[in-house]
């Protein structure tokens, strides 16, 4: 039983690594698709199926988005004011590490931090002159 065991996480890396092969990215729609065949398809376990795939990403040097964004979160919430709002500047920094990991456009992840913000409750700060927050409307 152990060897059948093994047999099907060797599977289940192999399937990484061809999820991998182009885009040393997996985003959270493929996290989740892997570990679904890992359970119902691999018979693998969710806690070693979850565990191969972090020892995957580390070894390969592959990015998990969920765990990126994790760290924006943490980001947000580190520079964020007393009051939980996020200066352009801020937002700017944290939209560069995400874009540099996730090897996407501006835009891209400028969306992705805006939607981070507003799970988790933090607000932008009023830019320029007028106090405007028309920076971060104009983000879709």
Known sequence: MEEYASMEEERFRELIRLRTMRSKVL????????????????????????????????TKSIELESDLGDTAVAMMKSMASPKGKLSRTNFELIVQFYKSRMRGTDEQAKTRIKQLMLENAIEPKPNGLLRSLRWYRNIK
């Open 27 to 58: 985003t959270a729609a493929d996290e989740a698709e892997l570990l679904n065949d890992a359970v119902r398809r691999l018979g693998v376990p969710l806690n070693r199926a979850r565990s191969i795939m972090l020892a995957e990403a580390d």
